[in-house]
């Protein structure tokens, strides 16, 4: 179902589940445990997120859905609703490395992901849930939201409109194209760069995006952010990027 390596502190998880990555419970529950234990590794600085062949993930298992009727569609979203935050909430640098077809719930994990690479070729990707007939869960909702430009929000919400990678790449959907080939040592380069940015720092700052500007957990934080700019660790990479950047030591 998965298949996992790492390669210079880089986590590779790889998809492997027929049919098309498609997800069900199982795969949900498995990619969360995989995306948890990456987070709490510290020989990893950060994750790269592909699947196989021609596909990323196809998005709901639908054949599973319909099978396991209406005792299945609760549990079945509230892993699924596990999954994305999960993702949403990865603390490292989260890369997608979209190989193929990532569509409905496929679509909402790359969406999830800090940075998204698309292979060219044949793939394509939206989120045609309303195409199906169901709603978008709220959180898979908020993970479009902030992965899709404002001004093609509807477009592929209420449109359902399935994008190429170049319309993806054109529209914002997707941040970089590369050849079929290539894709997981660009995906796994970006990760590398990513993961050498101070790794509180980084949780601090992806935190801080995902929540309401005013609330209370804004709030909260600030005094989470106060205390690593004060952390000697702070001070020693302020010094590094001062000397690396300027030329100049600073005691």
């Not at 609760?74 to 993702?87: N, S």
Request: net charge neutral; with cysteine; glycine share 12%.
């Amino acid at each position: 179902m998965l298949h996992t390596h790492s390669r210079d502190g880089i986590r590779i998880i790889k998809m492997r589940r027929d049919p098309a990555n498609a997800l069900d419970m199982d795969l949900c529950h498995a990619l969360a445990t995989a995306l948890h234990d990456a987070g709490r590794d510290a020989g990893d600085r950060a994750l790269v997120l592909t699947g196989t062949g021609g596909v990323f993930s196809a998005g709901v298992d639908l054949f599973r859905l319909l099978e396991g009727g209406e005792a299945y569609v609760r549990p079945f979203l509230d892993a699924l609703d596990g999954l994305f935050a999960a993702a949403g909430g990865f603390a490292k640098p989260l890369v997608a490395a979209i190989n193929g077809h990532a569509i409905a719930g496929g679509a909402v994990l790359a969406f999830a992901c800090d940075v998204r690479i698309m292979a060219t070729g044949p793939g394509t990707l939206g989120v045609p849930e309303l195409r199906v007939g169901v709603p978008f869960p709220r959180r898979a909702l908020d993970t479009v939201r902030s992965a899709v430009p404002g001004r093609h929000l509807r477009e592929a919400v209420l449109g359902g409109h399935i994008y190429s990678a170049e319309e993806a790449e054109r529209k914002g959907l997707v941040d970089e194209l590369a050849g079929p080939q290539e894709l997981l040592d660009r995906a796994t380069e970006i990760a590398g760069d990513l993961g050498r940015i101070p790794a509180r720092s980084y949780a601090l700052t992806k935190r801080c995006l995902a929540i309401p500007p005013n609330g209370a957990e804004a709030a909260a934080i600030d005094g989470e952010i106060a205390a690593v700019w004060q952390a000697e660790e702070t001070r020693a990479h302020i010094r590094a990027y001062v000397e690396r950047m300027l030329g100049k030591s600073s005691r």
